[in-house]
């Protein structure tokens, strides 16, 4: 039941997320769709189907085998924000911009989770209400504050996803993804400079790293 319910997730948001990445750096309308326009007909859309597919199945995987006792609606909840994730690394990784209609959408979805969770668990929703506004306050707060203090050093596209991360993993969820993405981000970083394909002055995408982290945390913590 689990698997089924976490593949049907996974097959309707994978092609969601690839429509809304195309159509944000297509700038195309409603009125513009057509399927030649969608088709995954570049190396950059043909990678992005690939790198979803297997990170779905990684989740899915790991959700089944290394935390079957884990309740249904947290498997799905953070299956969703990683698939969520996905697009917003895609239009980041080129445009440097995160589309605040993707991040609108993660956040129309946790409401409705928050509704479930309200018949989900009776007894703990203060507790589970409490955690989720308490990750989103401090974590996207903490970034906010940083993006402040240091100019550019981060973007205020990161800033709303990681406070968006913050509402769906809770605070110590958040904060172990956190960790991984911050990592992830020193490791690229260095690699780039070595390879002399950034300098010092130069921005990276930070979604990517933000969603390999949150993707770490996820398979290695399960929250």
């Known amino acids: 039941m689990s698997v089924a319910v976490l593949t049907a997730i996974g097959v309707l948001l994978t092609?969601?997320?690839?429509?809304?990445?195309?159509?944000?750096?297509?700038?195309?309308?409603?009125?513009?769709?057509?399927?030649?326009?969608?088709?995954?007909?570049?190396?950059?859309?043909?990678?992005?189907?690939?790198?979803?597919?297997?990170?779905?199945?990684g989740v899915i995987t790991a959700f089944e085998?290394?935390?079957?006792?884990?309740?249904?609606?947290?498997?799905?909840?953070?299956?969703?924000?990683?698939?969520?994730?996905?697009?917003?690394?895609a239009v980041d990784l080129k445009t440097q911009k995160i589309p605040n209609v993707i991040l609108l959408v993660a956040l129309a979805i946790r409401v409705v989770f928050y509704i479930v969770e309200i018949f989900w668990y009776p007894y703990d929703i203060l507790t589970v209400l409490s955690e989720s506004f308490l990750g989103g306050a401090v974590i996207g707060g903490?970034?906010?504050?940083?993006?402040?203090?240091?100019?550019?050093?981060?973007?205020?596209?990161?800033?709303?996803?990681?406070a968006v991360m913050g509402l769906y993993q809770g605070i110590w969820g958040a904060l172990t993804s956190v960790f991984f993405s911050l990592s992830v981000m020193f490791v690229l970083s260095v690699i780039l400079l070595i390879t002399k394909k950034k300098t010092g002055k130069d921005t990276v995408s930070f979604a990517p790293a933000i969603l390999a982290g949150t993707v770490a945390a996820v398979i290695l913590t399960g929250i």
């Open 15 to 57: 092609p969601f997320g690839y429509i809304m990445s195309v159509c944000y750096m297509k700038k195309l309308k409603p009125s513009e769709f057509s399927v030649k326009k969608l088709l995954p007909d570049t190396l950059y859309r043909k990678l992005y189907i690939v790198v979803a597919a297997v990170i779905c199945i």
């Open 65 to 89: 085998f290394m935390y079957p006792s884990a309740l249904l609606v947290h498997k799905a909840k953070l299956l969703i924000l990683i698939l969520l994730m996905i697009p917003a690394a």
């Open 142 to 162: 903490f970034f906010l504050l940083l993006l402040l203090v240091f100019k550019n050093s981060i973007g205020m596209g990161d800033v709303k996803l990681f």
